[in-house]
């Protein structure tokens, strides 16, 4: 008689109890202040503190705007925005990501164009079907070789190399010196894909600049006699050795301070790398594009930039407004600059506009950006137009992966074809 | 009259109600799968149609659902053999009452208690190429370079293996010990004056006594290795290339990564039949056992 | 529940015996006995040392600096630091207060709830006919073996229906449907079985209400399996790591399971941080395992007999 009320009024609280710690979290708007999320990914430079400044700081400067942080577990945030969008709550605005992925479904909204055009120095950099979903604030290069000049000298190599065979040459010298040649992060699989990206921008897209768009007309393909004899070069690599042989189990983070502490000879990866050379010891640093057959300067060119608006945002205006400011702000691009290594590219400011000090391996890697020479889209980084199909860069990643153990070229490209056709269906 | 009547309902409706919650979150998400497998949904290409069997048919050619499979069953019956073997050897060598063997027992179930999280990032420092095993044989002279533990696609089969037993070992260890202690001490005098020692004892009395106990670990060593993620997710998120991508990772990657929810659905049916039958099987064969003997 | 049959099916074979075995029994000479105890004491701790090794490496390094550990990780920590604990305490993100919160929230709910449901449930079926009870239970332990990744988008749809989405109790919700429910259930019917129907019967002439018998009678007499249910429940829901990952999300804090993977899983911490983080985050359930270690056992070896 007494217990049974007893019981039904614990139950009751309980799920009274569920109900409330529910929805004392959610909203969050007591001022009318309109909450975004806004989705970033931290990495060894762009720490919690970069992105918690940064935001505040844009914050700042729009008014009625509250954000909530989502930080991505990994920096494949391509993937944890797929993840989340699926799980139904697609974060408002997106840190760098692939727009290609997200437009087929109209889920992002572009930026308008006229501020666009008056701000950025190249405003189509990420271009896609016209319209500008991410403004170019920066650019990369995906990658640059960067090498230790005492190893160099160590090893009696006098200048960097230009041409593969000087290349394969100062890695043969480093080996016999008993100095592991090359770093890679392979564990990160975007990071296992370096060398690939390296390769395949430098021969193919360096000798086609539309090879990708020949792709998406399925003029040429991955199986084909060139670029299976170009990635046969990353084999020849592993197979002389010029990695480390557990290079797989190496995580991206890792690779970083063993390249940096002279346990590597060079280091293929993204300028962002710039913003990780050690300060004390930054002469020691020198960088080189990825060699070419000929000694050709290819440049495999990345028009970074900053986020991207869900078009289901919850007030898509202020969403704009809170990204656009956040773009501008030099005190952003300063800290992006210095530690992650971004090439700014922003109308009529030189680097000195932003206050920065930056290392002179910065600059000599710089200085490619604004020479006339031979610029394609970096595979698989590009985010324009020649971005890949959505879900083959995993597929890119795995087949680099993939290639550092197994030996059959033709089989991989085969599967990144298929992969393609699945994508593109 | 009344209240008796009140109290016959509230029963029925507290029953109704767990039937309920059964039937919406366990049922439903599985026919809602299950019709899922039947379209080519994709959210991402804004796709939901009727396909017919073509998921089934695609999954014929997929390498990468072969290769997870093949990973998932090596790794699901090697982590069975290796617990259970282990589970068994450990509870016959800790099976005595005094206080020290008691603080043994306790410390070998422990893995049992850490969240998979905790244990994978524990094992990671451990595993990785910089990491601490690297780090002490390279110390004393047993390897000249760092071994990658996890950076090949063998080694990081064999080190999930390793990593997994240790969980499940816990489990399988105790589980044994209850079995062991339910058999009556005198059963083993008695045996020791019959002149039954060592390895004969252990077939002719032990063995036999510990079925109920091989039964249940068996079976929830393969279950759990079936529907395995934390683990692997921390400790290679399923690399390098795939190589230890279980065939629950492809499925949620296919699900909330590829946006292929039809075809992801479709091997979640295969996943489940996978484990449904492997269950049934085992189980079916390890009472048919125990009741044999 | 089948070993006691086992056993007095054996009984009788080696009783058989035991007329003949006292004349027949030599003593062990004692000193070898105890020498052979002492070795299997060593050998014992040697194995369980090595077993528990990764345990121990993150007991001591949670007290060490990182270059110490690096120089040597399994020596004591001495001179101890408490520096990697108070730097994991004092993370901005408040990693571990926050995520221990918020699995204590999620995990005694969700046990609070299952448990009466659970058993009445049980309860309600250990009343039917054979038949049904069978196809019932045959139904539920398709709950123990379908794996998670099967159910979950379409988990997390039905939720969005209902409005419940990324929030606590639809996470709550989700965990009272699947497995655990099923576990419990199974666990309570076992116990209701030698639960004597006299009781019941004599309770029903008194005019007690169902729902009165299976409180107050029913309820008391099953205590070892809510021990068993309430502890092991606990634990899988403390240690779930795929439910609060997606169903939850990253809006409403996360559990110390997914909060672990956020926020440390992506770039390197030093080996002293990481093992006071961990440290952290286990001592909770290890302690909790520790008080009601005698429970624990006993449910698994309820479990193993049946």
């Given amino acids: 008689m007494i217990r049974k009320p007893l019981l039904a009024a614990c139950v009751a609280g309980l799920l009274a109890f569920t109900a409330a710690c529910g929805s004392g979290e959610g909203g969050g708007n007591e001022s009318g202040e309109t909450a975004l999320t806004y989705l970033v990914f931290e990495t060894p430079s762009l720490d919690a503190k970069f992105w918690d400044d940064s935001i505040a700081a844009a914050t700042a400067q729009t008014p009625g705007v509250k954000i909530n942080k989502i930080v991505a577990p990994s920096t494949d945030r391509d993937g944890y925005a797929k993840q989340l969008q699926q799980s139904g709550q697609f974060p408002d605005l997106l840190q760098s990501i692939t727009p290609s992925n997200f437009v087929g479904a109209g889920l992002l909204k572009p930026y308008d164009k006229t501020w666009i055009d008056a701000n950025f120095l190249l405003p189509s950099a990420n271009s896609l079907k016209g319209e500008v979903y991410i403004p170019p604030t920066n650019s990369q290069i995906v990658p640059q070789v960067y090498y230790n000049k005492k190893l160099f000298t160590d090893a009696g190599i006098s200048a960097a190399p230009k041409t593969w065979a000087e290349f394969l040459d100062a890695c043969a010298k480093l080996k016999a010196k008993g100095i592991n040649p090359i770093e890679l992060g392979g564990a990160d699989p975007f990071a296992a894909s370096m060398p690939l990206v390296g390769i395949i921008s430098a021969d193919i897209l360096g000798k086609n600049k539309n090879w990708l768009q020949n792709r998406y007309a399925d003029k040429v393909k991955f199986a084909d006699q060139d670029v299976v004899a170009a990635v046969s070069k990353y084999r020849t690599l592993v197979t002389s050795g010029y990695f480390d042989k557990g290079a797989l189990g190496v995580k991206y983070a890792d690779s970083i301070t063993r390249f940096t502490t002279g346990k590597s000879a060079m280091y293929p990866m993204g300028s962002w790398f710039l913003g990780s050379v050690p300060k004390d010891t930054a002469d020691n640093f020198g960088s080189f594009p990825w060699p070419t057959d000929s000694g050709d300067v290819v440049v495999p060119f990345v028009g970074g930039g900053s986020m991207a608006i869900s078009a289901k945002a919850k007030d898509t205006a202020k969403a704009e407004k809170f990204g656009q400011a956040w773009s501008l702000n030099t005190k952003n691009l300063k800290a992006l600059i210095e530690t992650d290594g971004a090439f700014p590219m922003i109308k009529g400011k030189t680097l000195e506009d932003y206050g920065v000090t930056v290392t002179q391996v910065f600059k000599d890697s710089y200085a490619y950006v604004g020479q006339d020479n031979n610029k394609v889209n970096a595979i698989g980084w590009a985010t324009n137009d020649d971005a890949l199909p959505p879900g083959l860069n995993d597929a890119f990643y795995a087949a680099a992966q993939a290639l550092f153990t197994k030996d059959d070229v033709a089989g991989e490209m085969r599967k990144l074809d298929d992969a393609w056709k699945t994508a593109v269906q | ?293 | 529940m089948t070993t006691i049959p086992r056993d007095t099916r054996d009984r009788p074979a080696a009783g058989g015996r035991t007329a003949l075995a006292p004349s027949l029994q030599k003593p062990t000479p004692k000193p070898r006995r105890r020498l052979s105890g002492r070795l299997r004491v060593l050998v014992a701790a040697a194995v369980t040392l090595l077993f528990a090794a990764p345990i121990y490496l993150m007991l001591v390094n949670a007290f060490k600096p990182q270059e110490k550990i690096l120089d040597n990780p399994v020596a004591l920590p001495w001179p101890p630091t408490l520096e990697n604990l108070t730097e994991a305490l004092g993370r901005p993100d408040n990693l571990i207060p926050l995520g221990l919160r918020n699995s204590l929230i999620v995990a005694v709910v969700s046990v609070a709830l299952i448990v009466p449901l659970g058993s009445a449930f049980s309860f309600y079926l250990s009343r039917r006919s054979g038949k049904v009870k069978a196809a019932v239970l045959i139904a539920l332990s398709a709950g123990l073996m379908i794996p998670p990744q099967v159910t979950l988008l379409p988990t997390i749809r039905i939720l969005t229906w209902i409005g419940l989405d990324h929030t606590y109790p639809g996470l709550i919700l989700a965990n009272l449907g699947g497995g655990y429910l099923s576990f419990a259930v199974f666990v309570y019917v076992g116990f209701m079985r030698s639960v004597p129907d006299e009781i019941i019967q004599a309770a029903r002439l008194d005019g007690a209400s169902g729902l009165r018998i299976w409180w107050q009678i029913v309820m008391p007499l099953v205590r070892p399996a809510t021990a068993t249910v309430a502890i092991f429940l606990t634990l899988w829901i403390w240690n779930d790591f795929l439910n609060p990952l997606f169903i939850l999300g990253p809006l409403q804090g996360q559990t110390i399971t997914t909060g672990l993977y956020l926020t440390i899983g992506q770039y390197s911490v030093d080996y002293g941080q990481l093992f006071g983080i961990m440290f952290l985050a286990g001592a909770l359930p290890v302690i909790g395992y520790l008080t009601v270690q005698k429970q624990f056992v006993a449910g698994l070896t309820s479990g193993a007999s049946k």
């Fill in chain 2, 1 to 293: 009259m009344r209240k008796k009547h009140s109290g016959e309902r509230g029963l029925a409706l507290l029953a109704a109600l767990a039937l309920v919650l059964y039937l919406v979150f366990l049922v439903l998400p599985l026919l809602l799968s299950l019709r899922s497998s039947f379209t080519n949904e994709n959210p991402l290409k804004a796709t939901n149609e009727y396909i017919g069997f073509a998921n089934y048919t695609e999954m014929a050619g997929d390498d990468q659902l072969r290769a997870s499979l093949t990973f998932t069953l090596i790794l699901a019956f090697g982590v069975t053999v290796a617990a259970n073997v282990l589970g068994v050897a450990f509870a016959i060598l800790l099976n005595r009452t005094s206080l020290s063997y008691r603080v043994m027992r306790t410390v070998a179930f422990l893995p049992q208690v850490l969240s998979g999280v905790i244990v994978a990032f524990v094992w990671q420092t451990i595993l990785t190429q910089n990491g601490l095993l690297n780090t002490a044989l390279m110390k004393i002279g047993i390897l000249d370079e760092p071994y990658p533990w996890l950076g090949s696609p063998n080694a990081a089969l064999f080190s999930i293996g390793v990593v997994v037993t240790w969980v499940m070992t816990g489990f399988t260890t105790v589980v044994y010990l209850a079995a062991l202690q339910s058999i009556p001490l005198e059963l083993h005098d008695m045996a020791s004056l019959d002149g039954v020692r060592g390895t004969q004892r252990f077939r002719k009395i032990t063995w036999p006594l510990l079925a109920p106990g091989t039964t249940i670990s068996v079976t929830i060593s393969l279950i759990t290795v079936l529907k395995l993620y934390d683990i692997i997710t921390v400790l290679t998120g399923g690399g390098p290339a795939n190589s230890t991508q279980s065939t629950a990772l492809y499925i949620v990657k296919l699900a909330f990564t590829s946006d292929r929810v039809g075809y992801a659905s479709a091997v979640a049916m295969l996943l489940l039949a996978l484990s449904a039958v492997v269950a049934l099987t085992i189980t079916s064969a390890l009472r048919r056992r125990e009741i044999s003997l």
